[in-house]
């Protein structure tokens, strides 16, 4: 997806100034089964910009099944690379991998934007317990935004577990460095996405 939304953005005649870009609102189930974590079930909803870019390409194609296969493709091979642009640490902070085999991934159209959903899974499950298993999801470079609009997003399938939203802390400093980047510049740190990240915190009882 982070291919798709740079070409789009490239086509932009208005300069653009400040990272982010782009923005994506995410919405994320995580997928908990007798307090063991197995995977995320996520909804991406790009920005009207981007997302109106796309519906016009599927609109004047000759072929719009194809030309949504195409899409669809390029969205999750970029997924698996970016391995799903999500970093799940567990209770003892290391980093958990995920397989590169999602699913049920496909996207629509909803109020003008493209909704892209994909279910993708934890190459070891994971016990859940009382010290928090943290999930991120954002872009390294912060050129797309990605973030819930509220702990309203957030839901897990097993009832005897809890899941909340953390804001991030981010220095005046580094929000104006953010802001002074344009399209066309790569922040000297390489996750700069990260410092804006807000993080998913899971615990189980």
């Not at 005046?172 to 399209?183: E, I, P, T, W």
């Amino acid at each position: 997806m982070k291919y798709i939304l740079f070409s789009l953005l490239s086509l932009f005649s208005v300069s653009l100034w400040a990272h982010p870009h782009s923005f994506v609102d995410l919405k994320t189930k995580a997928l908990v089964n007798d307090k063991t974590l197995t995977g995320f079930q996520m909804d991406w909803t790009l920005d009207e910009i981007a997302s109106s870019t796309l519906i016009y390409e599927l609109q004047a194609s000759d072929r719009p099944d194809k030309t949504k296969s195409t899409i669809l493709n390029e969205m999750i091979e970029t997924a698996k690379e970016e391995h799903y642009f999500s970093y799940l640490y567990n209770q003892k902070n290391d980093l958990i991998k995920f397989t590169d085999k999602p699913e049920d991934y496909a996207f629509e159209i909803k109020n003008n934007r493209i909704i892209f959903t994909v279910k993708f899974y934890l190459e070891k499950p994971q016990q859940l317990g009382e010290l928090p298993t943290v999930l991120m999801t954002y872009e390294p470079t912060y050129y797309m935004g990605m973030e819930y609009n509220s702990e309203k997003e957030l839901a897990m399938t097993d009832p005897n577990c809890q899941i909340q939203l953390i804001q991030p802390k981010v220095d005046n400093s580094l929000k104006q460095y953010a802001s002074g980047l344009d399209k066309d510049q790569t922040p000297e740190d390489g996750s700069l996405g990260r410092h804006f990240a807000q993080k998913v915190s899971m615990t189980c009882k």
